[in-house]
């Protein structure tokens, strides 16, 4: 517990400096930083009331715009990977890099991941799990274009572009993510 309270006020201080890109975020953002402040056990994946902190990788290949997504299983839509903040994690960083390896085998660095989105959503009641809210932290990555190797709670793995992605989804959240990621994908390749 001593290092999940380490990991929530070095996330608290990452919240506190992240600027939304729109009101919405921005009220994501509000109750991330209240449930830090609230719960004793906000990385725990057993608080339900009202959820808890997860973390995604949004890895975009910088020389075409393409972003990873898997199609997971337990939900049966596209995401980009993702998954819950275990104990061995050094910080919510290293939790993006850890489920990047395990349902895409890219190897990341956490030292390049840039806190791109934050998003709060529901999780629909899933065997012994009732409905809960995963308040997300996404960060970016750029990676070169490669074979995906889908595992873990990936069914498929594959590269997909921005707008293709985002017409996958009527979700507005992975919509802004998406939009996100192709604009700073056109940034790096105007710098080629």
């Known amino acids: 517990m001593t290092q999940y309270r380490a990991d929530a006020a070095r996330l608290f201080t990452r919240l506190q400096g992240y600027r939304?890109?729109?009101?919405t975020e921005q009220a994501h953002k509000t109750r991330m930083l209240n449930l830090l402040r609230n719960s004793g056990s906000p990385f725990n994946r057993l608080a339900f009331s009202p959820g808890h902190f997860t973390v995604s990788a949004a890895i975009v290949a910088p020389e075409t715009g393409r972003i990873a997504l898997i199609h997971n299983r337990h939900l049966?839509?596209?995401?980009?990977?993702g998954g819950h903040v275990e104990p061995g994690d050094a910080d919510t960083a290293a939790t993006a890099v850890r489920e990047a390896q395990e349902e895409l085998s890219l190897v990341l660095d956490s030292s390049q991941a840039h806190m791109v989105?934050?998003?709060?959503?529901?999780i629909p009641a899933l065997a012994e799990w009732p409905r809960h809210l995963h308040f997300d932290i996404r960060y970016a990555f750029w990676h070169q274009e490669a074979p995906l190797r889908e595992g873990s709670?990936?069914?498929?793995?594959?590269?997909?572009a921005a707008a293709e992605a985002s017409k996958m989804t009527r979700n507005r959240?992975?919509?802004r993510l998406f939009a996100k990621c192709e604009r700073g994908a056109s940034k790096v390749q105007e710098g080629l």
């Not at 939304?20 to 009101?23: D, F, V």
């Not at 049966?76 to 990977?81: A, G, S």
């Open 153 to 160: 709670d990936a069914t498929v793995a594959a590269w997909f």
């Open 20 to 23: 939304p890109a729109t009101r």
């Open 117 to 122: 989105d934050l998003d709060v959503h529901s």
């Open 76 to 81: 049966n839509r596209w995401l980009q990977p």
């Open 173 to 175: 959240g992975l919509q």
